[in-house]
């Protein structure tokens, strides 16, 4: 695999080439403010991080919103950055409660968190439009009528889901190739060397249908940031899951300081060498930390190191295998 390749690639089954470090926004608002906002922004387009996800719901507990807006402003500020950057964004939660149809996948719901999405974010379209999660309620009929309607207006582009079991990509594909139309080009999934899950069954079903897969807390809280103070590792949710692979964290960090590679480079490349993963979801609160993730794109596992790491966090294994002879 060339440079080129392991920095950009096609997402999916779609001709869309976009770079494999995905600049996650969650923390735009929520623990950044704005001016350090526009910097690590700026910095990942200087770096060629420019697959930029984002979501109707991230900001804070009593402003959601307010990430898509502060990237609106970047774009404000930037004339002719939005044409350096494929932007992603979700759709799901609730964003004003009280209103008809709000949450979910109505199609009156799909409608109006669109033109909501794109008037915070101060563009004419969504390069990609992703289900956050799954919508019980609403049939996949309906959301992909709302969908050929926010296309045919020149809205969104292409589709992608987030939190998707096997099953639910399997339904959502089938339903839209009766009618001859692309459908999802990418699933973004939990999935890091801590949490294998996705392997059973969402990733095959990702191959299967053409969608590439985007991970999401590739360093599982901080989990495999590694860090001579433990800082990272140590904090909310992460203490919480540390107790579980303790064993396999300090097996992990020994590996990766016999091998050269910070932790949390090492935890993201094994991400790149997956068959099926466009890449990670990186969130970087420092430039520091943004510069260590594009590292990653640089490092070469071999064989033998890739077999280690399955022996230190061993494969889920993918259904019906894992529970069937």
Known sequence: MT??????????????????????????GRVLDERDSFRILDLAVDLGVTFIDTANSYGTA???????????????????????????????????PGLPGDGGYSALAIRREADASLRRLRTDHIDLYQFHHIDRA???????????????????????????????IAEAQTVRERHGRLGLVSEQAFYNLVRREAEREVL???????????????????????????????????????????????????????????????????????????????????????????????LRLDDDQLDEL????PPAGEAPEYYAW
Request: net charge positive; hydrophobic share 45%.
């Open 3 to 28: 440079g080129d390749e392991r920095a950009a690639a096609q997402l999916g089954r779609s001709g869309l080439r976009v770079s494999r470090l995905v600049l996650g926004t969650m923390n735009l």
């Open 62 to 96: 009593d402003h959601k919103g307010l990430t898509e807006e502060i990237i609106g402003r970047w774009f404000d500020a930037r004339p002719g950055v939005r044409d350096r950057v494929v932007l992603a964004t979700k759709v799901f939660a609730p964003v004003s």
């Open 138 to 168: 609403t049939s996949w009929p309906e959301v992909w009528q709302a969908v050929d309607v926010l296309v045919d207006r020149g809205k969104i582009v292409y589709t992608g889901s987030s939190n998707f079991a096997g099953w639910n």
């Open 204 to 298: 095959p079903a990702a191959q299967r249908f053409g969608l590439g897969v985007i991970a999401w807390s590739p360093l599982q809280d901080g989990l495999l940031a590694g860090g001579p103070d433990g800082v990272r590792r140590l904090a909310g949710r992460a203490a919480e899951r540390r107790p579980e692979v303790a064993a396999g964290l300090e097996r992990f960090e020994r590996f990766s300081a016999e091998a050269g590679h910070p932790p949390a480079e090492l935890a993201l490349a094994w991400l790149l060498h997956r068959p099926g993963v466009h890449g990670p979801v990186i969130g970087p609160r420092t430039p520091e930390q943004l510069e260590s993730a594009v590292r990653a794109l640089t």
């Open 310 to 313: 399955d022996r230190i966090f």
